[in-house]
């Protein structure tokens, strides 16, 4: 199908095609018909979310009631104050959490059955709502199977996700947790399943708690920064810390001018802002940091970011120098396989042959599978005083900002606290590893790229968008930048450095490394390796209601042989799409039309990505606060785009 609507135009414009949308109204509906702002139509969109059948009336019903939480501030008085501020906007957005999450239920699933390594059942799945981007989902979330058909009777088992879909598998996996009706599993029914989300107010829970700590326990945090973290200006004297002759750490490459002085400035300091543009050796500057942290000081550094994902490669780097590092990880994703696993606590423990008991209790238990319950509460307490040692014997421990309110951790007290990413947390998810008796914070990240990612309209409306790091930026807090970027080819690099970073991004690649001599494309500007593609297509809501896609852009790319074929000729595992985590539903479209053609990766943030040789963007115009997402190692980029695109937004051309 060919949509060339320049040829569709003139019907277009005359409004040809309205009769057939909806019928023309009636002079007595035009008397009575009001006028919708878009404010109105917005509120009445989340109206909808909780009262299907609301109308305008229930709008005005409640016009003359102020139901928008108060909004965050630059300073606060006290902690009270802080919490009574951000507590009420973490409660709203953990109830439209709940509540987003619970709707998340899909019926008539076909279940494919299979016994893993461990003997637990596995269940494997399509999720239609997650291919139309209705639903989000992510490892180590729990849901609910059910089985409501008429071979057996009714049952229901819970269990973690172990896999999401993938360019092989469209199938989403969940592991049944072990229990004493095992053989109850209906293994011989595959139809007349539904799966539910299990919600867990955890995340919230933990970021309620770290603002009561910080309000009412005096020790939670030093003086210094507790009225840092509170906007207040308080003067600091400065740590005394022995400055190493040589900065550079084993096992990590040779530092540049500005990570070793980013490294100098944080062993001085008690508040350190790192900002790390695109390609600037966040990671390793970070690994470097924590590695003189811990050598200087002789006390135990807390690691954290808010995804796995990033606190895995920070961990990885970590180990490289040879600190003794701890990954901790939460109990449901104990069976995640990842690239730092022999480092998490529970292999750790389950490497620990040095108590023999706990070791022939955990042989028994893999054997039997379950353990009477004598032997089971005394594996449970070897196992809690193995996990204790283990950890009070580290250099590092490193886990997600959620994850430092984990019980097991409640006992230690950390002088020191690196967040990587940390732009990318809320602010009240960044205190929950800060009230552990933090005295010296490092946080490393970059307010013009992807923020914290904010359901609730009215919660990010009020605030809680902002991150912690960008806070205490406006707050006058001067971040040390990274400026020599190693990733993107110098022409792409061009753009942010001006736009975002006065022109301070130096290049660490020339534009030789950054070029494919097989590949003969005609770029329009043959020493740049980039394009856009302008096209007029309309953006439309997706069904989840919260976001856009563009379908035209997928028709162009389909329709383009040219642009398939060189495609084709670049090796097709490194060629992706990328795209915002709001932008799931262009994705799966443009997904499902290229997979024809070549293996298609999604990635939702800048911090997934690997090196690739291109990245092809959409822009889509109806976002209101766009972030940047730049591409590791891009050496080319085709952009589709609306007619107009801002230029003042933060989505940027590398």
């Known amino acids: 199908m060919n949509w060339d609507t320049q040829r569709w135009q003139p019907l277009i414009e005359d409004r040809s095609f309205l009769p057939w949308l909806v019928s023309t109204p009636s002079d007595a509906e035009q008397l009575r018909a009001r006028h919708l702002s878009p404010q109105m139509i917005g509120k009445l969109e989340e109206l909808w979310k909780e009262n299907a059948n609301a109308t305008v009336a229930d709008l005005e019903k409640g016009a003359g009631v102020d139901d928008e939480p108060a909004h965050v501030l630059l300073r ?44 637990k059942h596995l269940a494997s799945f399509v999720l239609p709502k997650l291919e139309l981007g209705d639903v989000k989902l992510a490892v180590g979330d729990e849901m609910r199977l059910r089985y409501v058909g008429e071979l057996r009777s009714h049952w229901e088992g819970v269990g973690y996700v172990i896999k999401i879909p993938n360019n092989q598998s469209d199938e989403v996996t969940i592991e049944l947790r072990r229990n004493a009706n095992d053989k109850s599993v209906p293994t011989e029914c595959t139809h007349a399943f539904c799966a539910d989300y299990v919600w867990k107010a955890t995340s919230f829970d933990r970021m309620q708690l770290a603002m009561k700590s910080f309000a009412v ?112 990880t939460a109990k449901s994703r104990e069976d995640v396989e990842s690239q730092v696993s022999f480092l998490s606590l529970h292999e750790q423990v389950r490497l620990n042959d040095t108590n023999v008991e706990l070791v022939k209790l955990g042989q028994l238990k893999n054997e039997l599978g379950e353990l009477s319950s004598q032997d089971e509460k005394k594996f449970k307490h070897l196992t809690r005083n193995a996990e204790r040692e283990i950890l009070n014997n580290a250099d590092v421990i490193c886990c997600t900002c959620v994850g430092a309110g984990d019980p097991r951790l409640s006992k230690l007290k950390f002088r020191t606290v690196l967040i990587d990413e940390s732009t990318q947390a809320a602010e009240p998810e960044c205190m929950i590893p800060l009230v552990l008796g933090c005295k010296q914070i490092v946080l490393v990240g970059d307010h013009q790229q992807l923020g914290p990612v904010i359901m609730n309209k009215k919660a990010a409306r009020a605030g809680l968008h902002q991150s912690l790091f960008e806070r205490l930026v406006i707050l006058g807090c001067q971040p040390i930048r990274l400026n020599v970027q190693y990733r993107m080819h110098p022409c792409l690099s061009e753009f942010p450095s001006n736009m975002f970073y006065e022109g301070s991004l130096q290049n660490g690649v020339t534009t030789q490394e950054r ?8 770029w329009p500007v043959a020493d740049a390796p980039m394009m856009f593609w302008s096209n007029v297509g309309n953006e439309e809501i ?72 291109l990245s092809v963007r959409n822009f889509i115009r109806k976002l209101k606060s766009p972030r940047s997402m730049r591409s590791r190692d891009a050496r080319r980029i085709i952009s589709f785009c609306p007619a107009s695109v801002p230029t003042t937004t933060k989505e940027s051309v590398s």
């Not at 308080?234 to 990570?259: D, H, W, Y």
């Not at 028709?555 to 495609?567: E, G, K």
């Open 515 to 522: 070029l494919r001599r097989n590949v003969d494309f005609p």
């Open 76 to 119: 606060y008085d006290d902690a009270y104050q802080y919490q009574n501020i951000f507590g009420p906007l973490v409660k709203i957005e953990a109830d439209y959490d709940r509540k987003l999450k619970e709707s998340q239920s899909q019926d008539n699933l076909i279940v494919r059955w299979d016994i893993g390594l461990n003997n």
């Open 542 to 613: 997706s069904a989840s209601g919260t976001s856009y896609l563009n379908r035209l852009v997928t028709l162009l790319l389909d329709d383009s042989s040219r642009l398939t074929n060189t495609f084709l000729g670049l090796r097709p595992q490194l060629v992706r799409r990328l795209s915002l985590a709001s932008l799931r539903p262009a994705f799966n479209l443009l997904r499902s039309v290229l997979s024809h053609h070549m293996k298609v990766k999604d990635h939702t943030s800048c911090r997934l990505c690997k090196p690739m040789d």
């Open 217 to 328: 326990d005096e020790m939670s945090v030093s003086g210094y920064i507790y009225h840092r973290l509170l906007g207040h200006e308080v003067a600091a004297a400065p740590l005394k810390t022995a400055i190493p002759r040589r900065f550079s750490v084993p096992g990590l490459p040779e530092l540049n001018v500005s990570q070793v002085n980013a490294v100098k400035s944080v062993l001085q300091k008690p508040l350190s802002l790192i900002q790390g543009p695109p390609g600037t050796g966040k990671t390793v500057t970070s690994a470097t940091i924590v590695y003189h942290l811990a050598k200087s000081s002789g006390s135990q550094v807390l690691v954290c970011a808010p995804s796995n994902v990033a606190v895995d490669q920070l961990t990885e780097k970590i180990h490289r120098t040879g600190l003794k590092v701890v990954r901790l």
